[in-house]
């Protein structure tokens, strides 16, 4: 149908998850992704797996996309990192905050993604194509809703060309928020994050985390399925295709799948969509 399609992939931490990853790839590239991006670690735990996950996907024949996170960097080791992307071909970064690790002081010399944003730009030009993250659900530490539209803005102004968002599960939220950033003069896309449900414990852990709502009525099914993954993929399948079709229809810029680094249930939405 013409809609385009990205993928997330997290950096492995062994060789064996490292072969499994690259198996995992080759059945999605089937799906012809516009790009995939690649997460970075907080505090530098899988930072140059970041790189070296990016290179092999540009290898493969892939476009692809570092995550970079600024909390705790300083303006020199974000230039250096820089520089090894310009060197290595990367043409688009996915520029982030970040998180804190736990116990860490709250260092390094950006406070807001939006910094990160008109760092590179001054130091880059137009090298690399920015995207940056959205929250139509809000993000959990903005003091408010209007806050954190505002912080979108503002690195759309630093220079961002696109955002992805954090997953939702509910369509209006996402419409909203592109409506409120367009009365505030944001026309940039915003391309919805997709999480597929595979696993209840799982999307539980995530979405507490990060502040990602999951509706009462998807939570009650999930809970009431208990251990039977066979049913809660199935009606994860059906919840996120339906949740894909809504916001199809009604015009996003393209959708950004979170596969958590396994192919079957992306692999099967996008078939249920009829988009690969």
């Known amino acids: 149908m013409g809609l385009p399609i990205s993928l997330e992939f997290f950096p492995t931490k062994t060789p064996e998850g490292a072969v499994k990853l690259r198996a995992v ?38 476009a692809a996309a570092p995550h970079l996170s600024c909390i705790g960097q300083s303006r020199e080791s974000i230039r250096q990192r820089l520089a090894a992307y310009a060197a290595a071909g990367i043409r688009r970064i996915v520029a982030l905050r970040g998180d804190l690790p736990s116990g860490y002081g709250l260092g390094g010399e950006f406070r807001y993604a939006s910094d990160l944003v008109s760092f590179i730009r001054e130091e880059t030009g137009d090298r690399f194509h920015l995207e940056v993250a959205a929250y139509p659900e809000t993000h959990p530490q903005a003091k408010s809703p209007e806050a954190d539209l505002d912080a979108f803005v503002a690195k759309v102004k630093a220079g961002a060309d696109a955002g992805i968002t954090q997953y939702f599960f509910n369509s209006d939220a996402y419409f909203r928020y592109v409506d409120d950033l367009g009365r505030k003069g944001v026309d940039v896309p915003v391309v919805p994050g997709i999480m597929p449900i595979t696993s ?9 985390a990060c502040g990602a709502e999951i509706p009462r009525w998807i939570r009650m099914r999930l809970q009431a399925f208990g251990d039977d993954t066979a049913s809660i993929k199935s009606f994860g399948l059906d919840v996120v295709a339906d949740l ?12 950004h799948f979170y596969t958590m680094n396994q192919s079957a249930a992306t692999t099967e939405l996008v078939r249920r969509l009829a988009l690969g």
Do not use: H, N
């Open 244 to 255: 894909c079709d809504r916001l199809r229809a009604g015009g996003v810029p393209g959708l």
């Open 25 to 62: 790839r080759q059945q999605l590239y089937a799906l012809k992704p516009e790009f995939c991006s690649v997460t970075f670690g907080a505090g530098g735990s899988t930072q140059d797996g970041t790189l070296q996950a990016v290179t092999e996907i540009m290898g493969e024949g892939c």
């Open 200 to 208: 209840s414990t799982q999307l539980m852990r995530f979405s507490d």
